[in-house]
């Protein structure tokens, strides 16, 4: 059993009837047309009051992991080769697209399609980024939306923001979260063999993808240092990139604006956005899970996993690739939405470059 996992006498059954949904995880999930639930569940958003268990072996090694990542960053900027920099920016952005185009937008939300090259890319991708297999993974959040904020939420945001960016992974599960993680429907993922290979394998892949070859290949290939390789391309690169995945669970549960469901803590987040791909739009993404781009608009400087999976489509790798029709999107900001929302014609400021050249034009007078 993991060390943050806790037994529970009570059964799935029971703890189903205490445990209230909050979310939408799939488009088929959703009670209204407009991807909104019926009734307040501002009521069901909460934690309960009890000790947290703390996992000590996990304390020990993610205060290392951060005091490491601090001598990392002060060589990556001032030490390392030029080869190791971009080393490990690649495995950062390959990591990164194994969470967000893969475990994320693939596995977990089925929000497109993938043929086998390149769920294979991506599920190489993942084991780079190490952030547990991509069953897992997508099985905790499916949970997340499933029943968000709530005891069964694995990083529940109403527990406060540390909480909701690391300390989850600092204590025991609550029992919900194990409860409500073997209700979920998960045959799609394991009829997927290269997922079920990937999790088979983990323990022997994983060590290989993030921490082996990323510091075996420098020394060998451009002769960087064993100090540079381990704190740079390994240490500093890893731990970047699972703070900058934790800030959805955090910064994006907690600042900025509302503008399709003001009754939810996911918020716009444009600079974890930046940072995680397109990861930050998170108000309209648990508004609408199921959309392959987790927002509204292109604009791939600000969604670079958009970019990606748009590019694969192009050549046929991904498929039935899924989004929401603007008219839905109107009906729920009208309905939920914090009035933040700007853009709903022709020519507003918002309106870019990248967004106007997918406009059709229908019957174009001739100059």
Known sequence: MPPNIVSTPRTVDELAKESKQTGVLFECDADTPDGALAGNVRQFQKAEKRKLKLVWRN??????????????????????????????????????????????RLWAHRSYK???????????????????????WARDHRVHHKFSETDADPHNATRGFFFSHIGWLLCRKHPDVVAKGKSLDL??????????????????????ACFILPTLLPIYLWDESFFNAW???????????????????????????????????????????????????????????WDYKTSEWGKYSMNMTTAFI??????????????????????????????????WGWGDKD?????????????????
């Open 231 to 289: 704190f740079v391309a390994t240490m500093f690169r890893w731990c970047f990139l699972l703070n900058v995945t934790w800030c959805v669970n955090s910064a994006a549960h907690k600042f900025g604006g509302r503008p399709y469901d003001k009754n939810i803590n996911p918020s716009q987040c444009p600079a974890v956005s930046a940072f995680t791909f397109g990861e930050g739009w998170h108000n309209y993404h648990h508004v609408f899970p």
């Open 187 to 208: 045959s799609d993922l394991r009829a997927d063999p290269i997922v079920m290979f990937q999790r088979r394998h983990y323990m022997v892949l994983m060590p290989l």
């Open 59 to 104: 304390i020990v090694l993610f205060a290392y992991l951060h005091l490491a990542a601090l001598y990392g960053g002060y060589l990556f900027f001032f030490k390392a080769k030029w080869a190791t920099v971009f080393f490990s920016i690649l495995l950062y952005t390959c990591g990164v697209l194994g969470i967000t185009a893969g475990a994320h």
């Open 310 to 343: 748009d590019f694969f489509a192009k050549i046929g790798w991904a498929y039935d690739l899924k989004s929401v029709a603007p008219g839905t999107i109107e009906r729920r900001v009208r309905r939920t939405g914090d009035g933040t929302h700007e853009l």
């Open 114 to 136: 993938a043929k086998w090259p390149l769920r294979l890319i991506l599920i190489v991708f993942n084991t780079i980024a190490f952030q547990d297999a991509a069953f897992h």
């Open 351 to 367: 309106f870019s470059a990248e967004d106007e050249k997918d406009v059709l034009f229908v019957k174009k007078e001739a100059k």
